[in-house]
């Protein structure tokens, strides 16, 4: 696999605090990686996906999906970065109350104006993949706060965007539904190669990542690579680093 998007000494300073939002940061994701940012509140991980999905510009460095140097994107050419190559999931579900799950799924290729036979496949291929098949004709109303968040992802990545950026998935779930939207991305993650950079807080969220970076003040200051298939064994070396972490505070 190749790499799909490069961050070279990323800088972002802002005119109001003492100290850079994001310092010094490089790092490379590769094509089919599932990728977990962690840090505590204020450590850079919301200014991280800002830069990266174009809505905010660094201050100095670089940063290179493909062959595109995206910080030097005006604002047209940003908004048609973000709606080709990028797909987007948040803690907030934002799905369209009057519109049926399949066709809030639908949303993004029907923007693009591809044929209806395409729509249905697609649609109906990643409802399977999210356990929402039987939920297509229900409106969100009608729906589990899971499974919102189920078909909010579905619509994400319906489109096929080189990368999708999860920004805490889970927070708004209960355990039960968070894993099985985990889950989910995973089988999308392995069975389409679908690029995922999530950012989270949870140790558990981030045990179904193939590749954890921890930041703080700004940095990367560790990272884990995930060892083994076993996703318990993995989340036992985020607790351990996590633990070490808190030792060295």
């Not at 799950?101 to 591809?114: D, F, G, W």
């Not at 044929?115 to 649609?123: L, N, Q, S």
């Not at 994400?156 to 708004?172: H, M, N, S, Y």
Request: a negative charge; aromatic letters at 8%.
């Amino acid at each position: 696999m190749g790499v799909l998007l490069q961050v070279t000494d990323v800088t972002k300073i802002y005119a109001n605090q003492p100290k850079p939002g994001l310092d010094g940061v490089s790092f490379e994701v590769n094509e089919g990686e599932f990728l977990g940012i962690m840090g505590a509140s204020g450590s850079g991980k919301t200014t991280l996906l800002n830069v990266l999905s174009t809505i905010d510009t660094p201050t100095s460095g670089k940063i290179t999906m493909g062959r595109t140097n995206i910080q030097k994107l005006n604002q047209t050419q940003a908004a048609d970065f973000r709606k080709n190559n990028l797909g987007f999931i948040f803690q907030e579900y934002f799905l369209l109350d009057s519109l049926t799950v399949q066709e809030n799924i639908a949303v993004p290729l029907t923007l693009l104006h591809r044929p209806a036979r395409e729509i249905t496949a697609k649609v109906k291929e990643l409802a399977e993949l999210f356990g929402i098949a039987s939920q297509l004709q229900k409106y969100p109303s009608e729906l589990s706060g899971g499974q919102r968040q189920r078909v909010a992802a579905a619509r994400a990545i319906v489109k096929r965007p080189p990368l999708i950026f999860a920004d805490e998935p889970t927070g708004a779930l209960d355990s039960s539904s968070a894993t099985e939207l985990l889950a989910a991305l995973s089988e999308v993650n392995q069975t389409i190669g679908t690029t995922i950079l999530m950012v989270t807080h949870d140790p558990y969220a981030a045990s179904y990542t193939d590749h954890i970076l921890y930041f703080k003040d700004g940095h990367i200051i560790s990272e884990l690579y995930r060892s083994c298939s076993d996703r318990r064994v993995f989340y036992n070396e985020i607790m351990n680093e996590a633990a070490r972490q808190d030792g060295n505070r």
